[in-house]
T-cell receptor
């Protein structure tokens, strides 16, 4: 079963705009990871945020985590055409940090 | 430092055949896991190995199996292939240090088409 669910399923924006994707999950977690997947390629790790962290930054990426609402968001600022990809959140399944469950992902399209 | 390496990248098999996929984890990583990605089911966990032992297994039939070698390299095998096995198979590795989470890194995947 899927633990995380991303919202929206698809997002289309212009280059330079910000993109925000949300992820909700069902059970308590000790961390949450965000990944990017370009069409036909593998998953690229973006950020891991732990349950005792509320916000984390990496370059143009900002991730927030609200454990009380069981939700996380990924913000990409000043989007570029190269950011076009699917974005997934992943959470540990059944207490095992080594087994991830993924949502269905958000397909982001950045128009030049 | 090399990333997670998977071979082959693409392959086509016929129904009823079997296939073996290979994965070399990031140097020093001892935990290796496998995932299947399909348009219909999304990303699903297959199994995870650590020090040559399977620690976790997903909800897949026994036709799906794997193993890990002493150098942490891993292989997965699918026997009696079915059309529905067509998917992107992703391998992932992590340090597995314990604590509140380890970054899990993925390879580029192996595209399997069953005809």
């Amino acid at each position: 079963s899927q633990q995380g669910e991303e919202d929206p399923q698809a997002l289309s924006i212009q280059e330079g705009e910000n993109a925000t994707m949300n992820c909700s999950y069902k059970t308590s977690i000790n961390n949450l990871q965000w990944y990017r997947q370009n069409s036909g390629r593998g998953l690229v790790h973006l950020i891991l945020i732990r349950s005792n962290e509320r916000e984390k930054h990496s370059g143009r990426l900002r991730v927030t985590l609200d454990t009380s609402k069981k939700s996380s968001s990924l913000l990409i600022t000043a989007s570029r055409a190269a950011d076009t990809a699917s974005y997934f959140c992943a959470t540990p399944a059944g207490g095992s940090a080594r087994q991830l469950t993924f949502g269905s992902g958000t397909q982001l399209t950045v128009l030049p | 430092k090399a990333g997670v390496t998977q071979t082959p990248r693409y392959l086509i098999k016929t129904r009823g055949q079997q296939v073996t996929l290979s994965c070399s984890p990031i140097s020093g990583h001892r935990s290796v896991s496998w995932y299947q990605q399909t348009p219909g089911q999304g990303l699903q966990f297959l199994f995870e190995y650590f020090s040559e032992t399977q620690r976790n297994k997903g909800n897949f039939p026994g036709r799906f199996s794997g193993r890990q070698f002493s150098n942490s390299r891993s292989e997965m095998n699918v026997s009696t292939l079915e059309l529905g096995d067509s998917a992107l198979y992703l391998c992932a590795s992590s340090l597995d240090r314990g604590g509140s989470g380890n970054t899990i890194y993925f390879g580029e995947g192996s595209w399997l088409t069953v005809v």
